[in-house]
């Protein structure tokens, strides 16, 4: 299936069956169109501009070391990865890293509607840091406990104006201190 055209928002959850619920309620005739990148889905919906909405699998990025071999512990020096580079069987991870890549390239806008918790707030930040080249900084958040169209629609019109980065650096901090352990 073909992609989305012209300048749109980049909408960023945590699983499919969010991306598509989020998709639905937040399109004005609440029928969003599913496609499909690489195997990997990801719904268009219509609101007040085109709104793409793509779901990760969980973590997409995990901690490795930054050269060499782990032949003694602790080692110090590491760096964020795709699993795929880091796990054995973790090679669809891949398609939807790239999935993520090449829909930000046309993306204007970007919104993280992750699970507004540690593990959430660090999966919607890896993508936007990695996949979609550092567009941690601009992305805005979408805060909800539902999944309800009222309260969808409420956290799409009225975001944090940026990412929640003490959750972040609270999810990021706990990996990288399991890792070095």
Same mark, same amino acid.
């Given at each position: 299936?073909? &992609?989305?055209?012209?300048?749109? &928002? ?26 499909? #990148? ?60 790239? &999935? ?8 204007? #806008? ?62 990021? &901090? ?8």
């Amino acid at each position: 299936m073909g &992609t989305p055209m012209g300048k749109y &928002t980049l909408i960023i959850t945590e699983k499919p069956d969010a991306a598509k619920r989020i998709a639905e309620a937040l399109d004005r005739q609440g029928k969003s169109k599913k496609l499909k #990148e690489n195997g990997v889905p990801y719904f268009v919906a219509n609101r007040d501009r085109e709104l793409v909405v793509v779901p990760a699998i969980g973590h997409l990025y995990t901690v490795v070391q930054e050269r060499g071999r782990r032949n003694h512990y602790p080692v110090f020096d590491f760096k964020w990865a795709p699993r795929h580079l880091a796990e054995r069987g973790a090679k669809n991870i891949r398609m939807w890293v790239e &999935t993520f890549s090449k829909l930000s390239h046309d993306a204007d #806008e970007f919104v993280s509607a992750c699970d507004y918790d540690i593990e959430g707030s660090l999966i919607g930040y890896c993508i936007l840091k990695y996949a979609c080249g550092g567009k941690e900084d601009s992305a805005k958040r979408m805060k909800f406990s539902t999944l309800m169209k009222s309260e969808l629609e409420k956290a799409y019109e009225e975001p944090l104006p940026h990412l929640d980065f003490a959750l972040i650096e609270a999810g990021r &901090t706990r990996h990288e201190v399991d890792w070095l352990y």
